[in-house]
């Protein structure tokens, strides 16, 4: 399945159909996170020319793309799928191999089927056609409908889901080549391996399709002024990017400036509030729940509960004597790269210098790896309300911070200042007991998240298209827009098309009279039908 | 129905739900656009004090608004529309002296009632409640509805429609306040008579609908810098702008470097394709509907056609005479103030230096009044394609450049190098003889606009679900949203709020098992229904 390497030995990166030569002055190897050691291929980081090369080929066939029959995109998914699944052993064995995230059951059992479903569900909804939400005036005779941008669509990969969020085999690339535009990804540097064998697979996948062979092309990496070059180049129409705070609001301004769309997935502490009495209820169940949520995939997920509000009373105080027993007595997982153990240690000064009173952990642990302990810190509710924004700053690991309040009135004052979040949590006791504070606080965290959650961690984000994964700013940079769910995550890269008085014989398919499979969903003169008019 | 003047005869500005003394240090007075003379009604430039009360103020209620119950915005809609309506004579008098836009049928029989069927279309929708569109997993227990933003929408008014795009009682205002978000309107200089009026019936609407008297607040004026300074503050969430790329493009920078929306309506051509066959038909009466659409409202339509594109054959070159011999032959319209008039004759002289050919027109007219002759220009598509930019400068009047093509080719070439624009027209004949031509054409086409037309004339944008005004960049800043439209146009100010795990009774109405009105479409578990589950 491998790719010969080129001379000297530099993984060629995949541009109009093919795997060739980069354009390179530097190259980068991926650390292997178990060891802290190097692994020993080398991946190019590409100079502008190999930008401007997949730019060109993109451009060249947005139109084929766009008129491209949904058949044969739905096709691209399930045989993408097909191969992804017969060669699962390798991919997940890559996967584990530069990012440490254990086989069982990440990998093998979780995100490799979360992903491979992603495709599965896609190709339905690419042949179902609902997402298009065609709108038709019968009386006006004047039609809408979703379609291409008309652009190419760049994606930028996480470190932390080297699978299911891969540029070249997440959501982002889904939704982008669902909506008919040509997609250009960017690897993670720190999962290069995954990727190539993934791409590998996708270009097999792309020539059995009948797909343009360069409606998906791939670089391993660039520099980061590159980066805000590509993002606001006339052929681009919008950016995914999900990752860091910094980079993103980079990338975002830099789109923005030039007219494109950003839709970045760019932190969030994901606050999680204990009412009072479910508190007096079940306090060490409760603990170990959280502490299980911090810790899934060594901290390092979006949704990770890295703010955590109670009540500085006899139960609270008895939780977080609990907690801190968990965080204490669990061994550190590993971290995905030097960059986020460092990440890390400044996140911890930053507390502790802030005035958070350390619980648990706080240190990196020696080698081998890159790991760090479990790190529990609590502030005073009154300390964290002057500056709040502080600490709210997100970061991988399993760490957390518990505001513990005096009052209820010092919780809902938490709640009113945090910033935007994907999610918020909030437990409360089943009796009456919590009801009337949950409706005082409730309308707060409303606002300040996309996803709200009830008895429930936020670190499970389901696949459906009832999910929501995105939030208000600066978690993400729209919320209206979601990441995550089958098919609302696809509008992100679509415009909106309407045809008015146009011929019958000349509007698409899915705006004619005849419904074009008898399955798609139609908005006909304000009645939702999946007939004929 | 007049408020008291204040002292200094300096009209107040409608503040923390009262009409207050604005903190000024300049005025301005509108014109009279038809007699070129300044009217004699004075109003306050506001200084930064003005806004900042206004963010206040509606910082203060945006909890408030978020929950307010559907039925009390559109008893709103309904009771602001009931005033507007008895007092039709005034406002219509008072924007005809302000704009110099004709009585009738423009102000009387056709912008008046659109502005009307917006609120009555809106309070309707708003009852139903489907634009929220629900989508609900009944087995993940997971559940999705749009929501408020929780924070401030800040609405900017244009020149050109001073009922139905006025920023306190168009479609931005309708949209923002559906989605529970507080509003500020800024008033267009141009017609703050006509704002006045209404900015006055519209606060006894929200006293009478018991809706904050502070939801809707109105400055008439402001310094640019203290625009963007308002666009970028932390308590806005949104900006709606309809106007000029210039302030467009600044104002959206501003708004999204600093992680607002921003959906701006800032500059569309609108070009009309004439396949040869259709030419050779009906020369004579697709002249006189050209100029028509060109001349309504004096040219001074988003969607006025500024660019035609035809082949330099023998019909074309009819078709250019019967043209030439129209805007030869009818009477200037009146521009709505010196700006406009000043900008048209830039954009002439500027297609005159470019190599454009004046063939009718060309010259402002004497006083009185703000006039411009009929304007038509026609350059050869090769030069064109030269500078395809510089000749696509919107200019607002009654002007219209007509691009000749030697060949199929090059009018291709000519639709490959358009701008996004709000619409593209194609007129072809009813005959096979246009029919290839179209489809090597519109995939093009397809992807440059937001609304394409077949036939017909891109002037009328009706109010309908099913209508799209918006348009790929520059057109406006996101190409998926409408600002024309109901209850699409919504989905500017909401945010999608997911529910997860949420126990049944703290749900909103609209997630909840039983549908709450037997009305409301939503998706369950993949199906439009308006029933329970």
Known sequence: MRTNKEKENV?????????????????????NPA????????YPVSEWPDLEYALEESHRLRLELASC?????????DLYADLLEKNKEAIVRQANLETALPLEPRLNSSEFPRMISQFRQAAEAVRERSWKQAIIDTKLNIRSIYGPLGGVVVVFSPNNFPLAFNSVAGSDLISA????????CKAHPGHPGTTRLMSELLLEALKKSGLPLSAVQMLYHFKNEDGLKLVSHPYVAAVAFTGSKKSGLALKEAAEKAGKLFYGEMSSIN???????????KARSLAA?????????????????GLVVILNDEA???????????????????????????????AANNLKEAGAKLLAGGQPLPPPGFRFQPTLFSVPAAKFLEKPGLFQTEAFGTLTLVVLAETREEMLLVAQNLEGSLTCSVYSSLSEADEKFYWQIEPWLRLKCGRLLNDKMPTGVAVTSAMHH???????????FTSVGIPTAFLRFAARHCYDNVREDRLPEELRTKNPNGRMWRLIDGNWTQGDF
């Open 470 to 480: 995105g939030g208000p700013f600066p978690a993400t940079g729209h919320p209206g």
């Open 35 to 42: 060891t802290g050691e190097l692994l020993p291929e080398t």
């Open 316 to 346: 609270g105080e008895n939780f977080l004597r609990e907690l801190t027993a968990i965080f204490s007595s669990q061994p550190a997982g590993i971290l995905l790269s030097p960059a986020v153990l460092e990440n890390l240690k400044t």
């Open 69 to 77: 029959p949904p058949e044969r995109i739905a096709a691209f998914f």
């Open 11 to 31: 993984y060629p990166v995949l541009l109009g159909g093919q795997f060739r030569q980069a354009n390179y002055r530097e190259t980068f190897q991926a650390y």
């Open 271 to 281: 606050p999680v509030f204990f009412l009072p009495d479910i508190l007096k209820e």
């Open 177 to 184: 080549l669902t909506c008919g535009n040509p997609v250009i």
């Open 289 to 305: 729940e959280l502490f299980t949520s911090c810790s899934l995939g060594a901290g390092q997920f979006c949704t990770k509960p």
